[in-house]
């Protein structure tokens, strides 16, 4: 077997096979192969990226015999099994400094424009309307806002708040990962104090359904929601019934529960949920496409941030 040999199962940034290429691998591509010929293939590779085309299940795994590692250009390895593929002694790789800045300009963006009612203006304006009254925007200055998830994209979003004039708190399962721009505190202070709280916590079986009526009616203020994470953290029923009642003020949502695995379109279902058309025609709802992360210049750093983290394996 040839030790240096790579499959791509997703497309990515040129970059990633150009540089993977100074570090002498051969590269091979399989971009659209279905996932059958992809696992007679694996035994061939000592290495794979991805993104999100497939699960790399036990099945998966076991059909890579030969695996030193699996790179995905992401964030997240939730769509892994980690603890089986590190049973096997397979490196798992990640890449969410490529795009941490992206996603922290992007909540910040999506949080200004909810308090800011941007999107209904936009949409007034184009119907021959000019409601200034009914457009009147809610500064940030003053707010407590409240990070769950203090790794790689709750620190940029902290510190693109940096000069609001906001306190920043954070909680995170990890001591001591607070810093100059966010004061750790735990869940339940958190919960006492925030008026917005964005999310920034991985999908694993303890996060999955942590946004439900419960952490909702537990917080203290009426507050304004983002998520940039994962759409299993919530709980769509438990968020509508929130801005129902306006404990929720608002929510800037860029992942949804109802997102496939893959982060495919949400629309594919035959039966809509009623929670869903309730959020695509609330004013009180901003919705983007998974995208947070998604910029031109985060292609680059997370192909880069792959390219780097493969060529410390020593391989």
Aim: aromatic residues 8%.
């Amino acid at each position: 077997m040839n030790s240096k040999l790579i499959l791509h199962i997703d497309e990515n940034h040129p970059l990633l096979i150009k540089g993977l290429e100074r570090l002498e691998y051969e590269n091979h591509i399989a971009y659209t192969t279905p996932l059958e010929d992809v696992l007679k293939l694996l035994p061939k590779y000592s290495g794979i990226v991805i993104r999100s085309r497939f699960p790399i299940d036990n099945n998966f795994i076991d059909c890579a015999t030969n695996l030193n590692f699996i790179a995905r250009v992401g964030a997240g390895l939730e769509n892994i099994d980690m603890a089986y593929a590190q049973s096997k002694k397979i490196a798992l790789i990640a890449a969410p400094e490529g795009n941490r800045n992206a996603v922290g300009e992007h909540v910040l963006g999506m949080l200004l424009s909810l308090m800011n009612k941007l999107r209904q203006a936009h949409t007034s304006i184009q119907k021959g309307a000019w409601l200034r009254e009914g457009h009147r925007g809610i500064e940030l200055e003053g707010k407590t806002v409240g990070i769950i998830g203090y790794g790689n994209t709750g620190k940029s979003f902290a510190k693109k708040l940096f000069g609001f004039e906001v306190e920043v708190i954070c909680y995170d399962i990890k001591a001591g990962v607070g810093d100059q721009n966010a004061k750790q505190v735990s869940l339940e202070e958190l919960q006492d104090r925030a008026q917005v709280i964005s999310l920034h916590i991985p999908q694993t079986t303890e996060t999955n359904g942590m946004i439900d009526k419960n952490f909702i009616d537990r917080v203290k203020n009426p507050f304004w929601f983002l998520n940039s994470a994962r759409g299993k953290a919530v709980r769509t029923t438990d968020l509508v019934e929130g801005l129902r009642s306006k404990k929720i003020l608002g929510a800037a949502l860029d992942v949804l529960e109802y997102e496939s695995s893959s982060f495919h379109s949400i629309f594919g279902a035959k039966n809509r949920p009623e929670t869903l058309d309730y959020l695509l025609n609330s004013d009180a709802v901003l919705l983007s496409p998974h995208v947070a992360g998604w910029t031109f210049e985060s292609h680059i750093k997370l192909a880069q941030t792959i390219v780097d983290k493969v060529a410390a394996l020593n391989l």
